[in-house]
């Protein structure tokens, strides 16, 4: 009889890492741009608004505080995990070696999810920074063609088409090469960090402290996007808040999923995670603070007098305050930059991909390497087409919530993963450990489970759901198939 709960063992993980097909051409400063390249959008340049408005006000900043904090101690339970096992599949290949196949399995599917969510919530946010980039040059697209069915206010056929056409076009580079991309997002990761540094000094001399004040509004009821009324405001606003944010982060899980490409992966990796973490978590505080203080929280709604904020809330700051040129630097480098987001994030779900499809848990066809660019091309450009097609009928701000289910439960379970591991495998050779692990493992799954539980109720739900399915896809395939059952 086959046990859910077999582990892969360590020998099989070096044995994938010496006849893996994918080019060791990444170092740990393209590691580290990977990271930041994923972490440096969505976040800064699109959630600043949504989570002012619908849920911290000013405090903003807090919640980013207590999201880096919370991605602090995942993020040191990934680097002693990618000093270990320096592999592609991130903390689905951490916890099949660990916990078991079951738990791998519960891991790896959400972190498809996790990734999906995001391309797509990115690409949603890219689309209203390059609607509002055409409008420089007197291009007014219809309001059918950006908005999803959803949101769409008006009657008849809606989608978002600029999400669409981005996604496909990110699909067709990513085919081409690993080596392409990585040289791609090192000149966007550049160009959109030189942006926000340009947001924060700028910014600041057109700051108005009264719209910090009071700094943490009281907590009220407001109405979200899915027309439910929530509470917002308050100590709740902020802890919602930072659940809200938290897929931002997801970067330095990126870089984990490189690790098969990495030239010095049990070096590189786990700096490359730490480094890029922190220096995201400074700016994204920064800039949440100059933003509140440009703009007053109220004014990011979209039912309000400034409509379109909510989709470009850094550039229309700038707009409000009178600094046209400032905002049209803010949009070139968000039109740009979150391109290098949706790009690391499907770069790095196709590395789960070939994970999973190793190991058997899901079709070979996912893993398939290209005979020349030696990329998984089939799960690229399959994974494309669904990306392309959600992020054009759906809502951000349930994208949004559903990466950071994703993410929050990928965390969780790293954390638990390396507890385990120092207890079953105490004398394995460690490059990089935790310190204190005891601690920073049970400070990481308190704060995380917190947030899952502040979550938006339909994205809770829809969660729910792909858990479930993920259930019965393990039963029905993934564990007739696997390897380590059916050697």
């Known amino acids: 009889?086959?046990?859910?709960?077999?582990?892969?063992?360590?020998?099989?993980?070096?044995?994938?890492?010496?006849?893996?097909?994918?080019?060791?051409?990444?170092?740990?400063?393209?590691?580290?741009?990977?990271?930041?390249?994923a972490i440096i959008g969505g976040g800064i340049f699109v959630l600043t608004g949504t989570g002012a408005y619908y849920n911290a006000g000013p405090a903003l900043a807090l919640s980013f505080v207590i999201a880096g904090i919370a991605c602090i101690f995942a993020a040191l339970c990934y680097a002693e995990f990618a000093s270990i096992l320096p592999v592609e599949g991130s903390a689905y290949a951490y916890a099949y070696g660990t916990v078991g196949e079951i738990f791998a399995w519960g891991l790896g599917w959400c972190l498809i999810l996790e990734y999906a969510m995001a391309s797509m919530a990115v690409s949603v946010s890219w689309s209203g920074y390059f609607t509002k980039f055409l409008k420089m040059f007197g291009i007014h697209l219809p309001d059918y063609l950006t908005s999803d069915p959803v949101s769409y206010t008006g009657e008849g056929f809606a989608m978002n088409l600029p999400a669409f056409i981005i996604v496909l076009l990110v699909t067709a580079l990513l085919v081409k090469g690993t080596k392409e991309a990585a040289k791609t997002n090192n000149f966007i990761v550049i160009l959109k960090t030189s942006a926000v540094v340009f947001v924060v000094i700028v910014g600041a001399f057109y700051v108005v402290p009264e719209n910090w004040i009071p700094f943490i509004p009281e907590q009220t009821m407001i109405k979200q996007t899915s027309g439910e009324m929530a509470p917002a405001y308050g100590f709740q606003g902020i802890i919602s808040g930072a659940a809200a944010i938290f897929f931002a982060y997801i970067g330095f899980d990126a870089v984990s999923t490189q690790a098969g490409e990495a030239i010095n992966p049990k070096k590189d990796v786990p700096f490359a995670i730490i480094t890029s973490l922190l220096i995201c978590t400074a700016l994204y505080i920064m800039v949440s603070l100059v933003l509140t203080g440009m703009m007053h929280y109220s004014d990011f709604d979209p039912l309000g007098k400034y409509p379109e904020a909510i989709k470009a809330p850094v550039a229309y700051a700038f707009e409000i305050a009178g600094k046209h040129w400032a905002s049209n630097i803010v949009t070139i480098a968000a039109t740009v930059g979150l391109i290098s987001v949706v790009m690391v994030m499907m770069m790095g779900q196709s590395r789960i991909f070939i994970g999973m499809s190793k190991d058997g848990l899901i079709p070979k066809f996912f893993g398939e390497l290209h005979p020349t660019t030696k990329t998984p091309y089939k799960g690229i450009i399959l994974l494309g087409l669904i990306v392309a097609t959600v992020s054009a009928l759906t809502p951000i701000s349930t994208l949004a919530h559903m990466t950071s289910f994703g993410t929050l439960f990928a965390f969780t379970m790293v954390c638990i993963a390396v507890w385990i591991m120092r207890k079953r495998q105490p004398n394995i050779e460690r490059p990089f450990k935790v310190p204190a692990y005891k601690l920073i493992v049970i400070l990481g799954v308190i704060i995380n489970i917190g947030l899952i539980l502040t979550l938006d109720?339909?994205?809770?739900?829809?969660?729910?759901?792909?858990?479930?399915?993920?259930?019965?896809?393990?039963?029905?395939?993934?564990?007739?198939?696997?390897?380590?059952?059916?050697?």
């Open 457 to 487: 109720k339909l994205a809770l739900l829809l969660s729910g759901f792909w858990l479930v399915l993920g259930i019965i896809v393990y039963f029905a395939y993934s564990k007739r198939n696997s390897k380590l059952n059916n050697p």
């Open 1 to 37: 009889m086959s046990n859910i709960w077999i582990k892969k063992p360590l020998s099989a993980y070096e044995a994938d890492i010496k006849k893996s097909g994918l080019k060791k051409i990444l170092g740990k400063w393209s590691l580290t741009a990977i990271g930041v390249g």
